[in-house]
């Protein structure tokens, strides 16, 4: 089950199918990475390197996979003294992986505020919630800082004015939101068609519950056992 939430309240209850049609519910660009200028003919750097990539002689690269395999090896002896595990369930619903709670911001925050806040928890989007805890919109990094105002000196004026907005004028809203017990690959669906990264998830009044990623989902196709996309009743929402 799908939802769309603005600073009114609900204004979508169905299936993605129908969620399309909500003319509010735009689709947003990717987010693009901000790039720093390097000096001509300069090798691009990393954080806490050196300048360069690991090398097939270099120490990183030169450790001998018995480490890998003797780890594994202490890990499976460690397991079998624990006794037989349970069967792990195939992951089929938004509940299987989604993240329960997380980071929210209130509408009346700084945008500098919010940006040191997403900054501190490593995340790129949050959800925006009202003083009883039902989302309103969605903070996006990217929609804080656009990438026209950065390059430019001339600019820095209106940067400053960006970072002293409150968060209710840069977040997207209204925002899909979408139930605990909907299915995976309609989730990832949606994500698709939005091109957001992520969707909070609700209740029917809108109350947080948590929020789900692509890198929610992404992790779940990598996991033990596999993401069934396929599994369960081809009724659900």
């Not at 989604?98 to 997403?118: H, I």
């Not at 928890?121 to 950065?150: C, E, F, S, T, Y």
């Not at 209710?168 to 698709?192: Q, Y």
């Not at 056992?225 to 009724?235: E, K, V």
Request: aromatic share 4%; hydrophobic share 45%.
């Amino acid at each position: 089950m799908f939802f769309v939430f603005g600073p009114s309240g609900q204004m979508f209850r169905g299936s993605p199918e129908n969620l399309s049609r909500i003319a509010a519910v735009r689709s947003v660009q990717r987010p693009q990475a901000l790039r720093t200028r390097a000096l001509e003919g300069q090798e691009p750097t990393f954080p806490g390197s050196s300048g360069a990539l690991p090398t097939a002689t270099s120490p990183a690269a030169a450790r001998p996979s018995v480490n890998l395999r003797m780890q594994d090896a202490v890990s499976a002896y460690a397991q079998t003294e624990q006794g037989p595990q349970p069967a792990r369930q195939p992951l089929t619903r938004v509940s299987d992986v989604m993240t329960v709670g997380g980071l929210s911001v209130p509408p009346d925050a700084r945008v500098n505020d919010a940006w040191q806040t997403l900054a501190e928890n490593h995340v790129a989007q949050a959800p925006v919630v009202d003083a009883l805890g039902r989302v309103i919109g969605l903070l996006l990094r990217a929609d804080m800082a656009p990438l026209d105002l950065l390059p430019e000196p001339g600019a820095i004026k209106q940067a400053i004015e960006l970072a002293r907005r409150p968060v209710s004028e840069v977040m997207l809203s209204p925002v899909p939101t979408v139930a605990v017990d909907t299915a995976l690959r309609r989730v990832a669906a949606v994500l698709l068609d939005t091109g957001l990264p992520g969707l909070p998830v609700t209740d029917e009044a809108g109350v947080l519950a948590g929020f789900i990623s692509r890198t929610d989902i992404l992790r779940a196709v990598a996991a033990d056992p596999p993401l069934d996309l396929w599994s369960g009743p081809a009724t659900a929402l």
